[in-house]
């Protein structure tokens, strides 16, 4: 007879982060919080910016922010994602929605083909797994982008324009 491990899965929180933050209700306020992140000078938490990281920010349904995960870390040039690591966190912790961020390090927070593939498939897989994406927002030194700001058909006709 085969024995079956029976498990039991949990979130650990590894540290938390002092920051004044209201719910993430738009764009402009998760872009914000994403500068923290990223650019902000206190704590030292996920910052990075000479290599791309995507960060994932798990949310419940009016935007308050129940865990950040620091999801992936590339190169310059990108990163290698997959969906199973995006959403672990947002199961983990019940999260409703999540909000994605990545930064560019060229400073440049337009998306690349590559980001607008990675976007949809995101939201495919949030779509399935009834945890929707709020929102993609590249983070740069200019500024930064974000898919909910844009028509979402805007943005599925980058990518079909440069696969199709």
Known sequence: ???????H??????????????PLSSSALAADFGRFLYYEENEKEIRCPTREIMTVCCVTTKGKVLAVDCTFVGTVT?????????FMSAILCNAAEIICFHNHPSGDPSPSVAD?????????????????????????????YSYDEKKVSEWRNMCNEKTG
């Open 1 to 7: 007879m085969e024995k079956i491990p029976k498990v």
């Open 9 to 22: 899965i949990e979130m650990i929180t590894e540290k938390t982060m002092a920051c004044d933050i209201q």
């Open 78 to 86: 990108g990163a290698i994602i997959g969906m199973r690591e995006i």
């Open 116 to 144: 607008n593939l990675i976007t949809e498939k995101i939201k495919k897989a949030g779509e399935i797994m009834d945890i929707p994406l709020r929102d993609h927002i590249i983070l740069g030194e200019q500024g930064y």
